[in-house]
Nanobody
Framework: QVQLVESGGGLVQSGGSLRLSCAAS????????MGWFRQAPGKEREIVAA????????AYADSVKGRFTISRDNAKNTVYLQMNSLKPEDTAVYYC????????????????WGQGTQVTVSS
């Protein structure tokens, strides 16, 4: 069992930056692909970014390419989402997810989910 705890959300002005963190329990983390998802009010949950077990491969939603960066520190059992040039449409609850496979996916095939952290971008 893997537990995921997100942090770093908050209120930021348009054009600002935030860094989300997701701390994972368990030594198996180093073999898990990870993803960040978001869900805005009235909308379906969508993938934001994904990273493979080693950090050598990443993928992004078109809406965040060039603005967001996913990374991981396996020594700290933590995955990050650096969000720059934030826009009001980035407002959502952001979720961290772990996949019990080493290769990333941009689908919903994740096995463990965090509780989410709110990101609000004001215009």
């Amino acid at each position: 069992q893997v537990q995921l705890v997100e942090s770093g959300g908050g209120l930021v002005q348009s054009g600002g930056s935030l860094r989300l963190s997701c701390a994972a329990s368990g030594r198996a983390f180093v073999w898990y692909a990870m993803g960040w998802f978001r869900q805005a009010p009235g909308k379906e949950r969508e993938i934001v970014a994904a990273i493979n077990y080693s950090g050598s491969s990443t993928a992004y939603a078109d809406s965040v390419k060039g603005r967001f960066t996913i990374s991981r520190d396996n020594a700290k059992n933590t995955v990050y989402l650096q969000m720059n040039s934030l826009k009001p449409e980035d407002t959502a609850v952001y979720y961290c997810a772990a996949r019990a496979r080493p290769l990333l996916t941009t689908g919903n095939e994740y096995d463990y989910w965090g509780q989410g952290t709110q990101v609000t971008v004001s215009s």
